[in-house]
C-alpha cells in the first residue's frame, strides 16, 4: 500500500494551460505539504496545510492554488503555466501532533514539464 | 532566516569504505533535524531523524549525530555499498507546525 501518492507521474503540457496535482496520503497524518524541487535538485517549501486549513504559504505566484477538500487530500491546481513551471513536485505528510520525532513521508514526485 | 548547508556536493569512494556527510545549519533554535536518501526520478526516503534534545540516531550502518550549539549534523555510512548510491539531503524543522528547510544534498556514488 502506498502512503502517499500523488497523480500523475508525469504531466507534459503547453504553456498558458492549467493543470491540476492530486495528493492522497492514507497514513492518517494531519498535515500535508507541497514541495518544489527544481532543475538543480534544490527542494523548497511551497504549502502546508493541517486538518485542511493552510499554515503555511511561501512566496509562490498566485497562479498556484493548493485545495485540500479532506485532511487525506491535497491537490495542487496551476493556472496560467509558465516555462519556468517545469519542475518535479512532491507531496508530503506528517503528523504534527506526535512531537519532534514525527518524520516526513513523500509521494514519488510528479514531474510537470512546461514546453 | 533557517539556511542548511551540505558539504561536499558529491562524493565518490570505492566500495567498503566509511564515510561522513556533513550538514550545516545557521540557526540552532531547531525542532529536529532529518536525513533523507533520494533515489534517481524517486522520492524522498526518510533515514533518520534526530529531535532536538538527542545527539545521535543509529540505523543498520547509519549513524547520524547532531550538534545544535555549533549547528551541525553529521551522516556516517560504514562499510559503504554500491546500493548505498544515492543523493542524500539533509533538513531541519525549526518548530512545531513549520516546514522541514533541505539542504540541496550530497550525491554519493559508490564504485564497486
New interface residues.
Given amino acids: 500500500d502506498t502512503a502517499?501518492s500523488q497523480t500523475p507521474k508525469y504531466l507534459v503540457t503547453q504553456m498558458g494551460n492549467d493543470k491540476s496535482i492530486k495528493c492522497e496520503q492514507n497514513l492518517g497524518h494531519d498535515t500535508m505539504?507541497w514541495?518544489k524541487q527544481d532543475s538543480?535538485?534544490?527542494?523548497?517549501?511551497m504549502f502546508?496545510y493541517?486538518n485542511k486549513e493552510l499554515?503555511?504559504n511561501e512566496t509562490v505566484p498566485n497562479r498556484f492554488s493548493p485545495k485540500s477538500p479532506d485532511k487525506a487530500h491535497l491537490n495542487l491546481h496551476i493556472n496560467s503555466l509558465e516555462l519556468g513551471d517545469s519542475a518535479v513536485y512532491?507531496c508530503?505528510s506528517s503528523q504534527?501532533g506526535r512531537?519532534?520525532?514525527?518524520?516526513?513521508?513523500?509521494?514519488?514526485?510528479t514531474q510537470l514539464s512546461v514546453l | 532566516k533557517q539556511e542548511v548547508t551540505q558539504i561536499p556536493a558529491a562524493l565518490s569512494v570505492p566500495e567498503g569504505e566509511n564515510l561522513v556527510l556533513n550538514c550545516s545549519f545557521t540557526d540552532s533554535a531547531i525542532?529536529?533535524l532529518?536525513w533523507?536518501r533520494q533515489d534517481p526520478?524517486?522520492?524522498?526516503?526518510?533515514l533518520l531523524?534526530i529531535?532536538?534534545?538527542q545527539r545521535e540516531q543509529t540505523s543498520g550502518r547509519l549513524n547520524a549525530s547532531l550538534d545544535k550549539s555549533s549547528g551541525r549534523s553529521t551522516l556516517y555510512i560504514a562499510a559503504s555499498q554500491p546500493g548505498d548510491s544515492a543523493?542524500y539531503?539533509c533538513?531541519v524543522?525549526g518548530q512545531?507546525?513549520?516546514?522541514?528547510?533541505?539542504g540541496?544534498?550530497t550525491t554519493l556514488s559508490v564504485s564497486s
Avoid at chain 1, 40 to 45: E, P
Avoid at chain 2, 96 to 102: E, Q
Fill in positions: 502517499v505539504y514541495y538543480k535538485k534544490f527542494l523548497k517549501i502546508s493541517n499554515i503555511i512532491f508530503a504534527d512531537g519532534p520525532s514525527s518524520k516526513l513521508f513523500f509521494g514519488s514526485g | 525542532y529536529n532529518q533523507f526520478g524517486k522520492g524522498l526516503t526518510s531523524l529531535q532536538s534534545s543523493t539531503l533538513a524543522k512545531a507546525g513549520t516546514a522541514l528547510i533541505f540541496k544534498g
